[in-house]
């Protein structure tokens, strides 16, 4: 399976991307949880200063999956407020580099 959030590191920059190019980049529950991780990672790695958010195909993000909150029931995506929580908590910069869509 490809890992949904890639992250890739040049000196102080950490860029992550959203890997769901299928979806126009939408995030599905694991997708979520594992950006969440992601900017975690960044706000602890005392080497990264600034973090890119971009995403893979074309596509920036589109939001929520919502084809999984209509198939999954036991979550819809972004119920789980520790979701928000990786960027909300980063005291770093954090650029988002949108590709139009």
């Not at 991307?17 to 529950?29: E, F, G, M, S, V």
């Not at 029931?73 to 928000?84: F, H, M, Q």
């Amino acid at each position: 399976m490809t890992a949904k959030i890639l992250v890739e590191t040049a000196g102080p920059v950490t860029t992550l991307i959203i890997n769901r190019p299928q979806a126009k980049n939408a995030l599905d529950n694991e997708a979520a949880r594992a950006l969440g991780a992601a900017f975690k990672a960044f706000e602890a790695d005392p080497e990264a200063q600034v973090a890119v958010l971009t995403g893979a195909g074309g596509a920036f993000c589109a939001g929520a999956d919502i084809s999984v909150g209509l198939t999954d029931t036991r979550r819809a995506p972004y119920t789980d407020a520790r979701v928000y929580a990786g960027a909300s908590e980063v005291m770093k910069v954090i650029i988002a580099r949108s590709l139009g869509l």
